[in-house]
């Protein structure tokens, strides 16, 4: 009779456990879906914030075009004129900076209003070697520079299918940083395309070998306005506008970088 009561004591004891175990996993599976619902709450309130955000940003940009545009005009006008009957080399001098940063003024509003208002995508068929090319002669030009520096291991007849002038503004947006990460130097700007998720994408990397950046100026690199060079020396949006664009052509933009050593930018782009 001792050896029923044993058995029964231990089919007691074995079913105990397993009702622990089981709770045991329940709790777990219940913390782990926890945790994934905070995250997902703090990813939606990062977006609700950056949608805000965007939309604050337009409205500022609206009114600043409205209110700005047509007294910049004049003022540049007026600027203009006396230059052009200024005899004395100071005064024109002054004249000439007068209108100079009218026109930059003018300039950021139009920036603000493409990256808060940018036009809708017209899609096609393009390839890299297109893209790159545009993209090189923009910031060619934007730098004042004779030639860029790089060094390609892309696949030219690779295809994408995107807006092909806002694809190549964003990418003359991030060469142009690569470039001045070498103070006063053309580069090298590294250049590398390979196939992404299954051959729907296409990743595009391209990298410099310049001053690089610290944690805390990455995390911080896309936000408007933001640079981690001097003061005065650029308005700090290339990248924004450059992650702007490329979001909404369906592409994407991810950072990493290391002080001294380089930056390096890859974008994701679809295919057709």
């Given amino acids: 009779s001792q050896k029923p009561l044993e058995c029964a004591t231990a089919c007691r004891t074995a079913a105990f456990a397993l009702r622990m175990a089981q709770s045991i996993q329940k709790h777990a599976n ?13 990813r939606a309130r990062t977006d ?15 009114g600043a075009a409205h209110e700005m545009n047509t007294p910049l005009a004049v003022i540049s006008g007026r600027a203009q004129l006396l230059m052009n009957t200024e005899t004395d080399s100071d005064r024109k ?4 900076q007068i209108q100079q940063r009218t026109e930059d003024i003018s300039q950021i509003i139009t920036d603000l209003m493409s990256f ?33 520096e790089t060094e390609l291991a ?18 003359s947006h991030i060469i142009d940083n690569a470039v001045q990460a070498y103070p006063g130097q053309n580069g090298p700007v590294m250049i590398g395309s390979q196939p992404q998720d299954g051959d729907a994408m296409v990743q595009l990397t391209i990298r410099d070998k310049g ?12 936000e408007p ?35 001294d050593e380089g930056t390096t930018v890859s ?5 057709p």
């Fill in 154 to 171: 892309v696949d030219v007849t690779q295809a994408v299918y995107v807006d092909a002038h806002q694809i190549a503004e964003a990418i």
């Fill in 267 to 271: 974008i994701c782009l679809p295919k």
């Fill in 93 to 96: 001098q002054m004249l000439r």
């Fill in 48 to 62: 609700l914030a950056r949608s805000q955000s965007m939309h604050s940003l337009a409205e500022l940009a609206a």
């Fill in 211 to 222: 001053c690089g950046m610290d944690a805390a100026a990455l995390q911080k690199a896309v």
């Fill in 225 to 259: 306005f933001f640079s981690h060079r001097p003061a005065g020396r650029r308005r700090g949006m290339g990248l924004t506008h450059a992650q702007r664009l490329l979001q909404l052509n369906g592409g994407s933009l991810c950072l990493s970088s290391t002080p």
């Fill in 116 to 148: 808060a208002k940018p036009a809708k995508p017209d899609k096609r068929r393009v390839t890299l070697e297109e893209l790159l090319a545009k993209a090189v002669e923009k910031s060619c030009r934007r730098l004042a520079l004779a030639a860029l």
């Fill in 30 to 42: 219940l913390s782990e879906q926890f945790v994934q619902t905070l995250g997902s709450l703090r």
